[in-house]
C-alpha cells in the first residue's frame, strides 16, 4: 500500500515540473533547466559523494554511456520541456509526456530488434498516437491538413523522442552504476554542457530572477530531481517496474486539474479526448508486454 502512495506521490511531484516549469516561463528553458540540475547536484551530493570517489575508475572508462544518459536524459529532455511550455499549455505537455511508453516501444523495435507487436499493442499505439495528434491539431483536420501545428506541442514531441532514446540507452547501460553516484556525475555532466547554452541566453538577455522564481528553480532540484527519485527506486522495488509504469497514466489527469486549479487554464473537451485516447492505447500496450512477460517466466518455472 505504501508503495501505490508513493508512486501516486511520485506523479504529483513530475505533474509540479510541468506546473511550475509554466509558472516560471519567464525565464529561457536552458536557465531552467541549468539551475535545476546545478541545485540537484548540490542535494544529491551527500548521498552520492561516497558512491562517486569509490567508482572513479568507472566514470573514466563509461565517460561516453554518462554523457550520452546525462544529455538525452537529462539536459536535452529538460531543455525541451522547458521550451515547449513557453509556447503551450502544461496540460498539452502532460498528454504528448503521456505517450513516452508507446515512443519508446517503437523506437525498441527499431533499434533493439525486439519481436512484434501483438495486435493489442498495435492497437494502444495507434490509439495513444491518435490521441496525441487530436490534441496537437487541437481537435481541427484542418490544422493538419495545413501542418499549422503548435511550435510548443511540436518541441514536447521531440522531448518525447529525445526521452525514448535515452530509455534504450538506459537498458544498455545503467546496470553498469550505482544509482547515486551515477545520477550524481550525470547531474553535474548535464549542468556542464548546458551552461554554455545558458550563458548564451543571458548574453541576449539577462534574466532577472525573482526570490518566487528562484524557490521555483530550487523546487524542480530538489522535489522532481531527487525525492521523486527516492521514492520511485522505493517503490519499484516493491511492486516491480512494469506495474510502477502504469501509474504515468496519472501524469496528464494531474496536470490538467493543477493546471486549471493553479494557473488557470480551462480544461477543453478537446483533452479530455486527447488524455483518454492517450492511456487507453498507453494501457493497452504496456498491459501486453506485462502479461507476456508473466506467461514468459510460468512456462520457464514450468
Excluded at 133 to 141: D, E, K, T
Excluded at 207 to 228: R, T
Aim: glycine share 6%; hydrophobic share 55%.
Amino acid at each position: 500500500m505504501k508503495a501505490y502512495l508513493f508512486l501516486l506521490i511520485v506523479m504529483m511531484i513530475f505533474s509540479s515540473n510541468l506546473l511550475i516549469g509554466k509558472g516560471i516561463n519567464e525565464l529561457p528553458p536552458f536557465t531552467i533547466a541549468f539551475f535545476r540540475f546545478v541545485v540537484a547536484f548540490l542535494v544529491l551530493l551527500p548521498l552520492g559523494w561516497k558512491s562517486f570517489k569509490q567508482n572513479i575508475p568507472l566514470w573514466k572508462k563509461e565517460w561516453k554511456a554518462l554523457l550520452s544518459l546525462a544529455l538525452f536524459g537529462m539536459a536535452f529532455f529538460n531543455a525541451l520541456v522547458y521550451a515547449s511550455l513557453q509556447y503551450t499549455t502544461s496540460t498539452n505537455v502532460a498528454i504528448i509526456e503521456a505517450t513516452t511508453p508507446v515512443f519508446t516501444i517503437g523506437l525498441g523495435l527499431l533499434f533493439l530488434k525486439r519481436e512484434q507487436l501483438t495486435l493489442n499493442q498495435t492497437i494502444g499505439v495507434i490509439l495513444s498516437l491518435a490521441g496525441a495528434i487530436w490534441v496537437i491539431a487541437n481537435g481541427s483536420l484542418a490544422v493538419i491538413y495545413h501542418l499549422q501545428f503548435n511550435i510548443g506541442d511540436l518541441l514536447m514531441v521531440g522531448a518525447v523522442i529525445v526521452w525514448a532514446v535515452y530509455s534504450i540507452l538506459v537498458k544498455r547501460h545503467n546496470a553498469k552504476f550505482p544509482t547515486y553516484g551515477g545520477l550524481l556525475v550525470m547531474y553535474a555532466i548535464a549542468a556542464a554542457c548546458l551552461f554554455p547554452l545558458a550563458f548564451s541566453e543571458w548574453i541576449v538577455s539577462a534574466p532577472s530572477i525573482s526570490g518566487k522564481q528562484m524557490l521555483s528553480l530550487l523546487h524542480l532540484g530538489i522535489f522532481p530531481s531527487v525525492i521523486a527519485l527516492i521514492l520511485w527506486n522505493r517503490a519499484v522495488e516493491e511492486v516491480g517496474p512494469s506495474q510502477a509504469s502504469i501509474f504515468f497514466n496519472f501524469l496528464p489527469i494531474f496536470t490538467m486539474i493543477g493546471a486549471a486549479l493553479f494557473l488557470g487554464e480551462q480544461i477543453r473537451l478537446v483533452q479530455v479526448i486527447g488524455v483518454t485516447l492517450v492511456i487507453a492505447g498507453v494501457y493497452l500496450s504496456t498491459r501486453s508486454k506485462k502479461r507476456r512477460k508473466i506467461n514468459n517466466s510460468a512456462r520457464a518455472g514450468n
